[in-house]
């Protein structure tokens, strides 16, 4: 008999991790902080060329890159004579199961089906469920995943209750919790339980997959427009979507100033009950953006390959109206309905190409699906139901978890940029709490300084301010 209690589930962990990928973390570890990255990005054994043709068995890749020509004249109108890049966007939503998370399973899928296990099984209640259960579905596996879906009262978020409907549609099974620490421990139990792959979205096999996207960036964008994209712009949760494209881009030697992006929800707890319904976005916000850009590793894999300040040049926010707005003005400008997270970048991208040079290029990086809760009109009135008020106004009067403000006009969507510095800052006091400074070796400094997209001089003088 197992024992199945919390702590007995949580000491087998690591054991339960390594037959559920077949993958040895420990061999990667230089320390309790640093590890070889590129070695484990390398030993899933896939080159780019590999990935490309994989997914293309399963309907994943080569996605169309759009002008936005109505949009970029509307931002132009808004910006001072000589500003207003070309805005490009890359339609993702056109991947099997609507959004680049295709591109993050694929990869796993396959590798699940190489080495013989039954099924996959990963904990997320954001598109990747929809994403892992219909490349399942493509590869002839299993699929269970785990999601939040609800507060205490049963009530649940309209975009994840849409994302339970669709893994089920796909075949999934579906396993629904309400917001709480328990996710882990029962993906822990589901994996010991039924063998399957652990298809998390922080896997090697995940980053890879993503990698095709920044490639094909590159090379359409230099296919149409005989040049490279100035700046390309990243909707940031956990920071996957970052990681894999902006390797992409570096693969095809692409140098495109890597911006990231993400709601601003400052102030909204995600952990807690009573905040979980007090946001129309479930993902692509601060939330997630800025714990997981300072500490990476607080994930259900020991070392997560999803690492984006290694690759981030800037950090845009943009406010939940903003979104709104933009959403909109995409689909009546430009006639094509897609959801919040890609739109995100979208949103931030109408602030920096206005900031650009006319001959520029700004390519926001990815759409995806939408409709049912996933709905911006879905969004607003679950939003009034739990109190929100909603109203049009100026921005910089949006409260998260209280006031939705949406512009009247389109030079009012500006968004503000992050510290950087202030976030690689909170990321070393992590790693101290991980790993003491006074212990920090040369290859810790490297390593450091690697993940920070910076000099070991830089992390050697922060580190002794903290
Ligand atoms: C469509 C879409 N875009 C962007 C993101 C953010 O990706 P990441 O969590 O890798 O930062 C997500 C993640 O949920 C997503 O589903």
Known sequence: MRDLSYAAVMA????????????????????????????MMRETGYSLEDVARIQADTKVGNTPLFELT????????????GKGATILVKDEAANASGSFKARRASISAYEARKKGYKGLAAATSGNYGAA??????????????????????????????????????????????????????????????????????YTPFGIK???????????????????????????HAGGGNLTGTARGLLAADCKARIVACSVDLGGLHMAS?????????????????????????????PRNAAR???????????????????????????????????NTSLTAAVTLARQMDRDQIVVVQETEYTGAGKHHNRQ?????????????????????????????????????????????RSYLKNAAKAHPVAAWTEADLAFLASDLKVDAAWVQQASAEL
């Open 273 to 301: 009950d009573s905040d979980f319904n007090r946001k129309s976005f479930t993902t692509g916000h601060t939330g997630f953006g800025v714990p997981f850009a300072t500490w990476p590793d607080r994930v259900d894999v």
């Open 12 to 39: 087998r962990k690591n054991a339960i991790m390594k037959a559920s990928m077949g993958m040895d973390y420990d061999t990667f570890a230089l320390s309790p902080v640093a590890f070889d990255y590129e070695r």
């Open 380 to 424: 607003l009135s679950f939003a009034r139901e739990n109190g929100i008020e909603v109203r049009v106004g100026d921005p910089a009067g949006n409260v998260p978890g209280k006031t939705i403000v949406l512009p009247e006009h389109l030079d009012q969507v500006r968004g503000r940029v992050q510290d950087m510095d202030k976030l690689r």
């Open 70 to 81: 109505r949009l970029t004249e509307a931002v132009r109108r808004t910006a001072a004579p």
């Open 132 to 201: 892992v259960a219909s490349q399942a579905a493509m590869r002839g596996l299993k699929c269970i995943i785990l999601q939040e879906v609800f507060d205490s009262k049963g009530i649940g978020q309209p975009e994840i209750v849409e994302k339970s409907r669709a893994c089920e549609a796909y075949g999934a099974e579906v396993q629904r919790l309400s917001v709480g620490p328990e996710l882990f421990y029962q993906l822990l139990m589901t994996l010991e339980e039924t063998g399957f792959f652990n298809a998390s979205l």
């Open 308 to 342: 984006s300040l290694r690759y981030m040049d800037e950090y845009q926010l943009v406010t939940q109206g903003e979104v709104f707005y933009v959403t909109e003005l995409l689909t009546k400008l430009e006639g094509l309905e897609r959801g919040p997270a890609g």
């Open 209 to 235: 997959g993503v990698e095709t996207l920044g490639v094909e960036i590159a090379q359409q964008v230099r296919a149409r427009y005989r040049k490279d994209p100035d700046a390309v712009v990243i909707t």
